[in-house]
């Protein structure tokens, strides 16, 4: 996988500010950063790279911060993967000759812009060479071939095995190669394997520091992550302690924010509602934490301004259950503001009358002149983006109004006095407003609004309306007025927006329960897509090779009725999955097809046989759009699989475990559970529950400490010692959890049911 940043403009010292998540293979041995040139017109340039290593990366097991050197990048030495070799020294009437078959390659470097390389093999001993075949766009290629020398007296020990890409017009890209000695191979006889390939390094290199540093983040998890029904319990525990709501001593919620240190609050905040929208729970789980955070806040104007557990999970909340609304209110709004590249600035002090030009034939504008303009030019985004706000209440997401009322509902009861009368609307405001709206109007590309980053105009226009924004969420007070005199020209907007903004939260909290099922239940119902685009359906039948270019391109529209395809947005429809039939939506592994952006949709035709199409998506966050999307409008089917094969079948086997039956049991798991938004990575219970055991398991002496107090106080018993004890506070319930879970994965590796490995790079530059 190879996500890429947003491009920094003509500059030296850019800043990115992305995070990224990327699932590695198991057998990954380096992780490389590339820093490139941006070309419009011709291959973009490659400025130099960081490599980290398994081996570095498993030494900071809280993860590496900081600046690394790039390095020089030479061509003969960016290679990856494996290549699959038999080498065998046979006895000959005159000599002896040396065999070597070249059987296949996995993980090859992509070379070409398709996102694949034309490998073939190239064998060199004792000046002799011999090629294999090329096989076309795949980084998986099989060749099963074999070449033979003879080893005369003296000859050279060295049997030189190289990987290139070949090319048509440009030079030939150097793949890697692995040498082996001719001698040992005689003692041996006979060696097969897959072997890594390697660089060729020599060549000088450049010193280090000569091309600039990159400052990163990155940590490596890895994670083995047991079977369901390992975690139930540990799921139940924490359902039911949101399900009733109870708070006083020993209860789990209360006692994992008091015990999460302030750098892992937003990890364990994203897991825990991760988890708890898998259960159906997150609105429940959110209202129990705003009682919490109610409950220990004394001053109104300290509500949810610290980085709580509440503040935490709310603001991952929005971003998974709000992205599209975000869309919608706010992307026409940032779309203007990047095409019209206006100068705007209302700070006398940061004012530059030459960047802006005339404002007739030969007379520059004065710096008033600008300052009005700009304050006219604010004033009709702000103004646009608060109407737009305000038409947008039935838009809004049923479980996000119904969370926003209980948050209203709670701090209504609790500053119930006249003088706060408008406490229950900043809370609202300062989830929607000041860490939702206003952070995706600084960083549009953060939140998916833009491809790219703006540039150093356009930032600071957005950076103006965020703070607009702000104000107007702040409910214009005395407070906020102050901090910046110079943006008093928007005051009468803010003043007139701080009015809107009251109203549209009274309608948007202004839902019952009985309204919310009907949304739910008309949202569930409409036929409208749910997504679409375009995508490549495999169209190759038979036994023949499965490969990328067998892929034709057609729109697609998924609806909570079908999956259907046309051959343009406006061509007629042809339904191509019934989504009542649909069993599984899943990821297939990239040697498949040579591509990492293919899934697979299993389903029944209507004779009930089981079918599966491919489909290839452009890019792997589209993949998980769609996945997520098919995902989520199958959840309800009968008959979903619970395990899938993530390879292909290709001739007689599998080519992800070999089976030869195929009608045989998938060798994996599905993930055709719910999932987030189309705009994030498809939930995985599973693993969510295994992150949040690793935390509790960091506190477990905590804990145990903690109940030993709260039995001496109450004189409740002991911690239990044994699974037939009985079991009755929550505190004592999951101190057993955690001893079954680590029980578990000590008997992991003996386990008969497949376990799944989970490495997960956590990436911010």
């Excluded at 129990?288 to 300290?302: I, K």
Aim: proline share 5%.
């Amino acid at each position: 996988m190879s996500p890429s940043s947003a491009t920094v403009w003509k500059t030296l010292c850019p800043f990115w500010g992305e995070e990224y998540q990327v699932h590695l293979p198991p057998t990954f041995h380096t992780v490389a950063f590339y820093v490139m040139d941006e070309d419009a017109l011709s291959r973009d340039d490659v400025i130099g790279k960081v490599c980290l290593t398994r081996d570095a990366l498993a030494a900071h097991p809280k993860g590496f911060s900081g600046w690394a050197h790039l390095t020089e990048v030479d061509p003969d030495e960016e290679v990856q993967g494996e290549i699959h070799l038999r080498l065998e020294v046979v006895p000959g009437t005159r000599a002896c000759r040396l065999r070597c078959s070249v059987l296949e390659a996995r993980d090859l470097a992509p070379k070409d812009r398709n996102g694949a390389s034309d490998p073939f093999v190239r064998v060199r001993y004792n000046g002799r060479t011999q090629e294999t075949s090329i096989v076309k766009k795949s980084c998986y290629p099989r060749w099963n071939e074999t070449f033979e020398f003879e080893v005369e007296e003296g000859a050279p020990e060295a049997l030189c095995v190289e990987a290139w890409d070949w090319d048509l017009v440009s030079r030939n890209d150097f793949l890697g190669k692995v040498v082996f000695n001719v001698h040992r191979l005689g003692a041996a006889q006979q060696e097969e394997g897959w072997f890594r390939l390697q660089p060729d390094q020599s060549k000088s290199r450049q010193e280090e520091g000569n091309l600039g540093s990159l400052q990163l983040e990155v940590r490596l998890r890895d994670e083995t992550v047991l079977p369901s029904g390992c975690y139930q319990p540990l799921v139940q525990l924490l359902c039911r302690e949101v399900k009733l709501g109870i708070q006083g001593p020993g209860q789990l919620i209360p006692l994992i924010e008091e015990m999460t240190s302030t750098e892992c609050r937003q990890e364990v905040a994203t897991n825990l509602l991760k988890l708890f929208l898998g259960q159906g729970l997150a609105k429940e789980f959110l209202d129990l934490l705003f009682q919490l955070e109610l409950g220990r806040t004394s001053e109104a104007n300290t509500l949810f301004r610290s980085n709580s557990l509440a503040s935490k999970s709310m603001e991952s909340f929005l971003k998974v259950a709000g992205m599209r609304y975000l869309h919608g209110v706010l992307g026409p709004i940032i779309d203007r503001i990047f095409e019209e590249k206006k100068y705007v600035e209302l700070d006398p002090s940061k004012v530059e009358v030459k960047d802006v030009g005339c404002s007739g034939l030969h007379r520059p504008q004065t710096e008033a002149e600008l300052l009005e303009q700009s304050a006219q030019t604010l004033r009709a985004h702000l103004g646009a983006l608060l109407s737009s706000l305000c038409r947008s209440v039935r838009a809004c997401p049923a479980v996000v109004r119904a969370t926003f009322r209980q948050l209203f509902r709670r701090v209504r009861e609790r500053f119930p006095s006249a003088q706060h009368q408008d406490v229950p609307f900043i809370a609202v405001t300062s989830f929607l407003c000041l860490r939702f709206f206003s952070p995706a109007i600084m960083a549009p590309k953060l939140f998916h609004l833009r491809e790219r980053h703006a540039d150093a105009r356009t930032s600071r226009t957005l950076l103006l309306l965020a703070k607009a924004v702000q104000n107007v969420g702040n409910m214009d007070t005395p407070a906020s007025r102050a901090k910046e005199a110079w943006m008093e020209p928007l005051q009468p907007t803010v003043h007139q927006g701080v009015a809107q903004l009251k109203d549209f939260i009274t309608k948007l909290v202004d839902i019952e329960e009985k309204e919310e099922l009907d949304l739910q239940r008309a949202l569930s119902l409409q036929a409208t897509p749910v997504k679409e685009g375009p995508l490549f359906i495999h169209r190759t039948k038979g036994k023949g090779p499965l490969m990328s270019s067998s892929f034709k391109k057609l729109y697609f529209f998924l609806t909570t009725e079908a999956l259907s395809f046309a051959k343009t947005p406006s061509s007629k429809k042809c339904a191509l999955i019934k989504l009542a039939n649909i069993r599984a939506a899943e990821k297939v592994e990239e040697k498949s097809f040579g591509s990492s952006h293919v899934m697979q949709v299993i389903y029944t035709d209507d004779a009930g046989r089981p079918q599966t199409s491919y489909l290839q998506c452009k890019c792997v966050n589209e993949l998980n759009q769609w996945l997520s999307a098919l995902r989520k409008v199958s959840i309800n089917n009968t008959g979903l699989l619970g395990s899938y094969h993530p390879g292909v079948f290709r001739g007689d086997k599998w080519s992800c475990c070999h089976q030869k039956d195929k009608t045989d049991l998938g060798c994996d798991k599905t993930r055709s559970q719910v999932t987030l938004q189309e705009w994030n990575d498809p939930l995985d219970h599973d693993l969510e529950a295994q992150l949040i055991y690793r935390h509790l398991l960091g506190m477990e002496a905590a804990l145990r400490e903690k109940h030993r107090e709260l039995n001496t106080s109450t004189e409740a018993g002991s911690v239990p010692t044994g699974p037939g004890e009985a079991l009755e506070d929550p505190l004592a319930q999951m101190l057993q959890v955690l001893q079954d879970l680590r029980e578990a994965h000590s008997r992991s590796p003996a386990s008969s049911a497949p376990l799944e490995p989970n490495r997960l790079l956590e990436l911010q530059t």
